[in-house]
T-cell receptor
Framework: DAGVIQSPRHEVTEMGQEVTLRCKPI?????LFWYRQTMMRGLELLIY????????DSGMPEDRFSAKMPNASFSTLKIQPSEPRDSAVYFC??????????FGPGTRLTVL | GQQLNQSPQSMFIQEGEDVSMNCTSS?????WLWYKQEPGEGPVLLIA?????ELTSNGRLTAQFGITRKDSFLNISASIPSDVGIYFC?????????????FGKGTRLHILP
């Protein structure tokens, strides 16, 4: 069974550009999570969905960040406009129950 | 809000030594999870615990759900070079109305040659 799939694995962009990160959760998982990881702040939950509905977006840093889940097999995290301080590794994760969260390989974002 | 205190922050050990790390909280948890993250990869689930007092092994790894429901520990026996990485505890607080789990800040394990 395929795990969580994320694309791209690496993204380098210039400040002010729009960035879109993509995720395909594990089939049958009802929960989808977006995390951000930096050395300074560790692993932070940005937003999570249950059955495609956003449940808690309190971790989204600011209005420049948005996330959608149009169907059970796809989600996007968009940053517009991007800033250098957004540089981090972004993980998508999914779970069946909300408990055992399984992570994707991450997207390493660098904003110049 | 609820927090997980994970310790130690980092460990430097010799190959072959046993390792012990733990997570504590002032809140009661329903579930404890232990993850390992290697460079350039996402965290991988090692062990999941669901009942107070539960002791579960996965190869050389053993984890326990504390009987107070406020702590958990992870032991690694006879460490080998591939054990290097960051180990995260995570838990699902009992008082959470939603299904979020929260993560500790990680224990970075280094193995000296």
């Amino acid at each position: 069974d395929a795990g969580v799939i994320q694309s791209p694995r690496h993204e380098v962009t210039e400040m002010g550009q729009e960035v879109t990160l993509r995720c395909k959760p594990i089939s049958g998982h009802d929960y989808l999570f977006w995390y951000r990881q930096t050395m300074m702040r560790g692993l932070e939950l940005l937003i999570y969905f249950n059955n495609n509905v956003p449940i808690d977006d309190s971790g989204m840093p600011e209005d420049r960040f948005s996330a959608k889940m149009p169907n059970a097999s796809f989600s996007t995290l968009k940053i517009q406009p991007s800033e250098p301080r957004d540089s981090a590794v972004y993980f998508c994760a999914s779970s069946r129950t909300g408990g055992e969260v399984l992570f994707g390989p991450g997207t390493r974002l660098t904003v110049l | 809000g609820q927090q997980l205190n994970q310790s130690p922050q980092s460990m430097f050990i010799q190959e072959g030594e046993d390792v012990s790390m733990n997570c504590t909280s002032s809140s009661i948890f329903n579930t404890w999870l232990w993850y390992k993250q290697e460079p350039g990869e996402g965290p991988v689930l090692l062990i999941a615990l669901y009942k107070a007092g539960e002791l579960t092994s996965n190869g050389r790894l053993t984890a326990q759900f504390g009987i107070t429901r406020k702590d958990s520990f992870l032991n690694i026996s006879a460490s080998i070079p591939s054990d290097v990485g960051i180990y995260f505890c995570a838990g699902q607080p009992m008082m959470n109305r939603d299904d979020k789990i929260i993560f500790g800040k990680g224990t970075r394990l280094h193995i000296l040659p």
